[in-house]
């Protein structure tokens, strides 16, 4: 199983940017499609982005499209979030973990989960 570990976190204010970095242990690291979820406060947690295994290709959801970009650096197994023009709508912990698709949507592919990192965006 994969341990990730998050960080990057912070406050921001809306329009700026941050990036989130994801350490992840494990040796079949390099193996896995990884993917970058949040949840807010009274909300279910929910995709934002994947990149597959070999970090070619890269997947976001519609909310995120053209702001965020993930990347995948399998010999540091590590995985990064750039997110730009940050909105209020973005604050939520975030969460990274191995990522598997089923019907063009995108899961968590296991069930241990980090600690997340808070991105928080004032107004």
């Known amino acids: 199983q994969v341990q990730p570990v998050e960080s990057g976190g912070g406050l921001v204010q809306a329009g700026g940017s941050l990036r989130l970095s994801c350490a992840a242990s494990?040796?079949?690291?390099?193996?896995?499609?990884m993917g970058w979820f949040r949840q807010a406060p009274g909300k279910e947690r929910e995709f934002v982005a994947a990149?597959?295994?070999?970090?070619?290709?890269?997947y976001y959801a519609d909310s995120v499209k053209g702001r965020f970009t993930i990347s995948k650096d399998s010999a540091k197994n590590t995985v990064s979030l750039q997110m730009n023009r940050l909105k209020a709508e973005d604050a939520a912990v975030y969460y990274c973990n191995t990522a598997h698709s089923s019907g063009g949507s995108w899961y968590p592919a296991q069930d241990y989960w980090g600690q997340g990192t808070q991105v928080t965006v004032s107004s």
């Open positions: 990149v597959d295994w070999s970090g070619s290709l890269t």
């Open positions: 494990g040796r079949t690291f390099s193996s896995y499609a």
